[in-house]
């Protein structure tokens, strides 16, 4: 569909990115159900019958087992009718053992991602809950781990799956520890209800305007209008090539620093790279900063995902998002970085032909 002639030189050094096939999560609230082991058949449950904060979490026979609180996608894990939420400590580390304690929304080591594949995951992190040797604990995100399965069953039964667990696909090691979290892909981009602008053709100096799959008239854009360290990049409006905000949403695509994947830069500021910040998850959010920092600013780009170097996380058009009115130019749609999902058309993106 796309001539990507001024990539050509550079296609040795892009890599293709392989990620598993979610299963759908199932739009509903679970509410009062017990959270089951994939790997021993046994539900969450306090160590004891009189809780608080820092009561232990273990695993014990489903038919004696507590229930539970928890809601597809991201939010705290409730002790039915008690209140207290699932722990992790630090939310950060391997082995850490998980707990109740006074529940604070939000709170990071307190806010779980249920996935479409059934991981309970740290939202924004890496850590997933995983039924260890001693019971459970936190343990990175590794797909194929079922350790890090947990069923969604009926508060009444000791069996029989409100949702049932299906395995991702394995990849490789080297994939798998990169991933923050299995999650489930964002909806559909918002940018196609936004009414159709103009398109412009890149100019004729190399550098290129970054398109949504399907809407040449929008561009990936330096939100503020003029690429400077720190703003964020986000969707607008293409511009002509002769407005003075041109510059902030043509790219021009160079091999990355020690021949990893390709770097970014807006046009006119070549110091400047497209960037993730220190510790990328899914949501986390794009902008430009000095190119010095290195290898979070590698990309990987065969003409449709724009996939971050040696992660599996991709560019996407975040969910929901909506027009932004802001000086000087408005924004049509978010950008972030989220868990690469093949199919995934919010996160392909495409140039012109020249």
């Known amino acids: 569909m796309l001539a990507l002639t001024q990539l050509v030189s550079l296609l040795p050094f892009l890599l293709a990115s392989v990620a598993a096939s979610p299963t759908p999560i199932i739009s509903k609230r679970y509410t009062g159900v017990k959270i089951q082991s994939y790997r021993d058949g046994k539900c969450l449950n306090p160590i004891s019958s009189q809780v608080g904060d820092g009561t232990l979490v273990v695993t014990i026979d489903c038919g004696n087992a507590a229930t539970w609180d928890i809601n597809p996608g991201s939010g705290s894990v409730i002790l039915h009718g008690v209140g207290l939420a699932l722990d992790a ?194 949501g986390s959010r794009l902008f430009v900063e000095d190119c010095a920092r290195g290898s979070l600013q590698h990309w990987d780009y065969l003409g449709d995902k724009i996939i971050l170097h040696g992660r599996n996380l991709c560019v996407d058009v975040e969910k929901d998002s909506t027009p932004t009115h802001q000086t000087p130019i408005d924004m049509q749609a978010n950008l972030q970085v989220w868990q690469c999902f093949p199919d995934n058309t919010q996160q392909v993106f495409t140039l012109l032909d020249i």
């Open 89 to 282: 400590g630090t939310g950060a580390d391997n082995n850490e053992i998980v707990k109740l304690w006074t529940s604070y929304p939000t709170l990071f080591q307190q806010t779980w991602y249920l996935t479409g594949d059934q991981r309970i995951a740290i939202t924004g992190g890496n850590q997933c809950l995983d039924e260890g040797e001693n019971g459970p604990q936190t343990y990175q995100c590794t797909t194929g781990n079922t350790n890090q399965i947990w069923n969604i069953i009926d508060g009444g039964s000791s069996s029989g799956p409100a949702s049932s667990a299906v395995p991702s696909a394995s990849v490789s090691a080297s994939a798998s520890v990169s991933v923050s979290a299995s999650v489930t892909p964002s909806a559909q981009p918002s940018s196609t209800g936004v009414p159709a602008g103009t398109v412009y053709k890149d100019p004729g100096y190399g550098s290129r305007r970054i398109h949504p799959v399907g809407r040449d008239d929008l561009c990936v854009t330096v939100s503020s209008g003029s690429p400077a360290t720190g703003q964020q990049v986000n969707v607008a409006y293409c511009v002509a090539n002769d407005s003075p905000f041109a510059t902030a949403q043509l790219w021009n695509i160079t091999q990355g620093q020690n021949n990893q994947g390709i770097a970014l830069s807006p046009a006119t500021s070549s110091s400047l790279c497209l960037d993730v910040g220190y510790n990328p998850g899914s």
